[in-house]
């Protein structure tokens, strides 16, 4: 029978990726069968049979689109496709296993691979390669039976021979390692008596002066594990497979705490066959580790005392800031103060005079009434209004009116606007007007900036609130105003003769963000420092005239509190602007530090 291309391909692909699959299979059939009572029962032990099989397919595929059938006068054992049967064969033959038990396996193998295929669809002609699969098995099948009874009873002698020098020396060292480890191991038998100790575990259970024909004593199963008996009596009741704990023992070495991990061991047959218990020494992790958490307890105390510094000297920063503006607010207020008072003294003086000339008149009026007006009244009433010059009153009393109205508004202004920026008392974020913010900054830091720039804005009238602590953003933007003052302080000088520079702030809404930009024509960030500019106690000015903390406020604020971004574009000689993004959803933002081009 001659199998597709098409055929050919899916099978070799199915078997190359179905190899656990197989295994499932395979190690099913073992269990149910009672196989595992000779063979390993972990997944692993079946996939060198497994990949052996599948490659010998493969490679029978490869060499022909035919079917091999069964020749009477084929030698099986030369076939490269029965080749890894018949090898095989001769290990588990070595190992004793008898032709009837290895035959009988095979016939799991062969049934494992035909339920494969009966789970692969897409075969346009499925009984070919089924009955590939039984002509393959029957060919491997004949090759190991004639090479088993072909191999005479001296030969089979020395193969066992072999294999059991093979396995004495196997044993040999996985017994040199066992010694080795430098952790104590114990195997105990299914009553958690002591089977077998590493060197190790001798110094543990016997101690330094024990002889060794004692530790090298066929039967140990006098011994008990150390202080163990309640542990393995309760991994029986409660069918544990698996038990960790911590004890502490005296050793020749002294006192040591070791983590100690008990666990089932299985047979071929998944019958309990007694437990291992290792003991891993954790007496210095467990010194490291005490060590560790004072040396961390004391970095905590460090860093809080550091952040209360710090909070003490950002307290102090924006109480020299508020000193700032309070000064600079007071002459701001004195001024419309001063001629708010100088006009209600004219207002005054010009009413006293205004009444006095109104009683003249009426003292007129009534000696006009009686016809009794003396000469002498009407000569002194000539002089009283030529002195009192109500026409001069009458036209500057409006103006000092106006005038006084502008002072008391301005100063509204400088309240309203300080009540703004100082706001609640609060470490709440709360829906905030940006446009009002940024208004209200603008007009209590007036004496800051009006010496050395002009402030232009341009807000977006549909800017929509977000959530944020008012007086942390203001304290932010003053901030980032004054460094921006200064940069054109150093630019133009005392602002007179080398004129003013320019402060343009901007607010937009960009993608989830409200954007604030505040540009300065003022020296720009040398490159040396672009990098050091939110860094604390980083400052460029003289000594006594900041502590450097300004910049540093604005990047806790935006970045850390408000979870928002800084952006910093600059170039020197030309300005400096600082782009701010704030999340609308601060839920759902994330922080993100600068970055600085030039």
């Not at 905590?300 to 102090?316: A, G, P, Y």
């Not at 419309?336 to 004219?346: A, E």
């Not at 980032?480 to 004129?499: K, L, M, R, S, Y």
């Not at 574009?569 to 602007?577: F, K, M, N, P, S």
């Amino acid at each position: 029978m001659r199998i597709e291309q098409h055929d050919k391909d899916i099978l070799k692909e199915y078997l190359r990726s179905g190899e656990d699959k197989l295994i499932e299979l395979i190690l099913k059939y073992a269990e149910r069968q009672h196989y595992t009572k000779y063979t390993p029962p972990l997944k692993e032990a079946w996939r060198r049979s497994i990949d052996g099989l599948s490659q010998s397919i493969i490679a029978t595929l490869e060499q022909t689109d035919l079917v091999p059938e069964l020749g009477p006068d084929e030698d099986f054992s030369a076939d490269p496709g029965t080749e890894f049967g018949v090898l095989e064969a001769k290990r588990h033959r070595a190992r004793g296993v008898k032709l009837a038990m290895f035959l009988g396996l095979m016939k799991y193998y062969r049934q494992a691979y035909l339920d494969l295929v009966d789970e692969i669809r897409g075969f346009h002609h499925p009984a070919s390669i089924t009955l590939l699969i039984n002509r393959f098995y029957d060919r491997v099948e004949l090759a190991y039976c004639n090479e088993w009874v072909c191999t005479d009873s001296e030969v089979q002698i020395k193969e066992l021979s072999d294999s059991n020098l093979h396995l004495t020396n196997e044993k040999n060292k996985y017994l040199t390692l066992f010694e080795s480890l430098s952790s104590p191991v114990i195997l105990c038998d299914i009553e958690g008596k002591v089977d077998n100790y590493n060197n190790a575990a001798g110094r543990l259970l016997l101690g330094t002066s024990t002889p060794g024909s004692r530790y090298y004593a066929e039967q140990r199963s006098d011994l008990d594990p150390p202080a163990l008996q309640q542990e393995l009596a309760r991994m029986v009741v409660e069918g544990n497979r698996q038990l960790d704990l911590e004890k502490v023992y005296q050793t020749p070495d002294g006192e040591k705490t070791y983590h100690i991990q008990i666990e089932q061991m299985l047979d071929f047959s998944h019958k309990l066959s007694g437990y291992t218990i290792l003991f891993n020494d954790i007496t210095e992790r467990l010194q490291w580790s005490r060590q560790l958490e004072q040396i961390n307890h004391k970095q905590t105390l460090l860093i809080e005392d550091l952040n209360q510094t710090r909070h003490q000297l950002v307290q102090s920063e924006k109480m020299a800031a508020v000193g700032q503006l309070s000064a600079g607010i007071a002459h701001e207020i004195n001024t419309p103060i001063q001629y708010i008072g100088d006009n209600t003294h004219f207002l005054q003086e010009a009413c006293t005079d205004l009444q006095s000339l109104l009683e003249g008149y009426k003292t007129l009026l009534t000696a006009t009434k009686q016809g009794q007006v003396a000469s002498g009244l009407l000569s002194d009433l000539e002089d009283q209004l030529a002195e009192t010059e109500p026409d001069y009153l009458f036209e500057e009393i409006p103006g000092a009116i106006n005038q006084s109205l502008e002072g008391v508004e301005k100063i509204a202004t400088i309240v309203s606007a300080m009540k703004v920026f100082a706001g609640p008392e609060t470490h709440e974020k709360v829906e905030t007007d940006i446009n009002l913010a940024i208004t209200s900054t603008v007009n209590v830091s007036t004496n800051v900036w009006k010496y050395h720039a002009e402030i232009m804005t341009e807000l977006d009238p549909q800017l929509p609130t977000i959530s944020c602590i008012p007086q942390e953003l203001n304290q932010a933007l003053l901030n980032i105003i004054a460094n921006a003052v200064d940069a054109i302080a150093a630019v133009t000088g005392d602002g007179e003769q080398g004129g003013k520079g320019r402060i343009t702030i901007r607010t937009g809404v960009e993608d989830d963000s409200v954007l604030i930009e505040v540009s300065d024509t003022g020296t720009g960030i040398p490159e040396e420092i672009r990098s050091k500019i939110f860094d604390p106690f980083f400052t460029t000015r003289a000594l006594g005239k900041g502590i450097g903390q300004g910049l540093n406020v604005v990047y806790h604020t935006i970045v850390v509190q408000h979870r928002g971004t800084i952006d910093v574009q600059t170039e020197v000689g030309e300005g400096t602007t600082f782009s701010i993004r704030l999340p609308r959803d601060s839920q759902t933002a994330s922080g993100k530090r600068e970055s600085l081009a030039g």
